[in-house]
């Protein structure tokens, strides 16, 4: 089980997708770094991400799935 929850990440997806600020926040720093240096793969890492936020599948540093919003 994580603390972490899909609000903050998809937010932080939404707004700052590009930047990995929500990898970022679920501590998957090294993606996170590689999302800066390609804009988040020109968007479509982005938008990868972001369904996998809303339909419950990203995971964190270890892992474990994000399920719960708040």
């Known amino acids: 089980m994580t603390e972490k929850r899909i609000l903050p990440a998809f937010l932080l997806c939404f707004f700052l997708g590009t930047f990995g600020a929500h990898r970022f926040y679920v501590g ?6 590689l999302q800066i240096v390609t804009l988040g793969g020109l968007g479509i890492w982005v938008l990868i991400d972001f369904i996998m936020i809303v339909i419950g599948s990203f995971t964190d540093k270890q892992g474990n799935k994000i399920t719960q919003w708040t």
């Open 28 to 33: 998957k720093i090294g993606t996170a770094l």
